[in-house]
């Protein structure tokens, strides 16, 4: 996959902390950094995504339920945020370009493996595993960025097309599952991991500069409170939206995953060497940034996941079709995406993020109106390419906010709570958002009226979680007035 072309004199004078102890960084060299490590994190962001073209021949080939087939997702994402912390302190112990192979050789493998998978749990299963190397990865990707590329103008320029392989990632990867799925199978999808995952190990390598190591353990305890305590929250609510809310395994699978989460926070208040240290969110900014990416991708979700069933089911568009019609969030996605640092220097980082939540709100509540007799043009691509521009806009700024003011010791941790917030956002709107679709009634027996109203739906509460992470902007991004 094609990296957007680097301008190299802009980067060439951000050198790494650690670059004494490595050799000068020229341009070049830089060029190389910032190539791997966004290949090996456009390769997280396109898996998430490229299930999704495919889901239709994946539950009728493996026989998943309805509400089932959303673990095909939450399998991978559940394990991706649950240990994302535990592999953000792994790289801090062990190194971070160490663990960056180390995840992707574990992905690598998985992916292998979920393209022979012959039953839903071999599937489900190797998608958790899949989620554990993305989990160990992950973190070194937006670390090795951090020390390879000093605080200013350099950084926010990685850092911007860092979110906008995040971003076109997921079009990418919807575009790609439907070509895979309608021409050939949906398991060629994570065959050609193995591929480029090898090559980018031998990239790592070969470029990458290995960071020091710090005394300390591993926090296992922590970890797992927390991966179990999210888990169970999301199987209670995607089982009540199978069998109800009055289902006693539903809720005690809830409560339970409240009482582990209470657990995990009194743990790591007292930890010697935490996963999740507290006094990150001590930065009122900070805590708002992770608080708005969490919401933000809740929101984000549902779009990604529910508009590939409405092209499919209720449009009748082949898997192909359905991921090319996908292609106008793409490019409004990617030049956002680009702009941000000069929108950034113009206007201020925080207003562009506004700006990002605002236009996405309202191409989600445009995007609500579907119906069985919509047209895709006026009634869907529109929409997508204001959800297009507003999270181009948006995951840019909501990074640098969220790492801003981090001490070198504590880079590990903020970025994989970066991430946490990501993937832990997804996993919860997507079983809210199932929750809703599950939830929604009509009088129509027309099998793709009741489809279509039960998304537009999910895309109205999207819009709701959207509009929820504009104002947690407002209310701490925003510098406050002095009298």
Not at 24 to 35: D, E, F, I, T, Y
Not at 42 to 65: C, H, N, R, W, Y
Request: aromatic letters at 8%; proline letters at 4%.
């Amino acid at each position: 996959m094609k990296t957007p072309d680097l301008p190299l004199p802009a980067l060439a004078g951000a050198r790494p902390r650690q670059a004494a102890a490595h050799g000068p960084q020229h341009g070049s060299k830089l060029a190389a950094v910032l190539a791997i490590i966004i290949s090996s994190y456009l390769m997280l962001v396109v898996d998430i995504s490229i299930v999704l073209t495919g889901l239709p021949k994946i539950q009728a080939e493996l026989a998943f339920s309805a509400a089932g087939l959303s673990w095909v997702q939450n399998a991978y994402t559940l394990a991706f945020g649950g240990l994302l912390l535990l592999g953000a302190r792994a790289g801090d112990l062990f190194g971070r370009r160490r663990m960056f192979i180390a995840g992707l050789a574990v992905f690598t493998g998985a992916s292998l493996v979920i393209g022979v998978a012959q039953t839903p749990g071999w599937m489900l299963f190797a998608r958790a595993v899949q989620g554990t190397g993305a989990a160990i990865l992950a973190p070194s990707t937006l670390a090795l960025l951090s020390t390879h590329f000093a605080e200013g103008p350099g950084r926010t320029r990685a850092f911007a097309y860092y979110s906008a392989a995040a971003g076109v990632g997921a079009s990418l990867g919807l575009v790609l599952g439907g070509l895979m799925a309608d021409l050939f199978s949906w398991r060629l999808g994570f065959f050609i991991n193995l591929p480029i995952g090898l090559a980018l190990v031998w990239g790592a390598r070969r470029h990458l500069a290995e960071t020091p190591r710090r005394a300390g353990g591993l926090d296992v305890p922590g970890a797992l409170t927390s991966t179990l305590g999210m888990t169970a929250v999301v199987f209670g609510i995607v089982r009540a939206a199978e069998v109800g809310w009055s289902d006693a395994i539903a809720a005690a699978s809830v409560a339970t995953g409240v009482v582990l989460l209470v657990g995990f926070v009194m743990h790591e208040s007292r930890a010697a060497h935490p996963i999740l240290p507290l006094h990150l969110f001590a930065s009122r900014e900070r805590s708002g940034a992770y608080g708005a990416r969490l919401l933000f991708l809740g929101g984000m979700v549902g779009f990604w996941f529910f508009s590939t069933q409405y092209l499919q089911g209720v449009l009748g568009y082949t898997p192909l079709r359905a991921g090319l019609a996908f292609l106008p969030v793409t490019l409004p996605n990617l030049a956002a995406a680009l702009l941000v640092p000069r929108l950034a220097r113009a206007c201020g980082s925080t207003r562009v993020l506004a700006a990002g939540l605002a236009v996405s709100a309202v191409g989600m509540a445009w995007l609500a109106q579907v119906t069985a007799h919509s047209a895709y043009v006026t009634a869907v691509a529109l929409p997508m390419v204001l959800i297009g521009l507003g999270q181009g806009a948006a995951l840019g700024p909501l990074t640098v906010a969220a790492v801003a003011g981090v001490g070198h010791d504590d880079a590990g941790a903020a970025s994989g709570l970066v991430n946490v917030a990501h993937q832990i956002g997804g996993a919860l709107g997507l079983s809210a958002l199932v929750a809703v679709s599950a939830a929604t009634t009509t009088a129509t027996s027309v099998a793709a009226e009741h489809l279509a109203h039960r998304i537009a739906n999910t895309f109205g509460a999207s819009t709701v979680l959207l509009v929820l992470a504009l104002a947690v902007v407002a209310l701490t991004l925003f510098k406050r007035r002095s009298p």
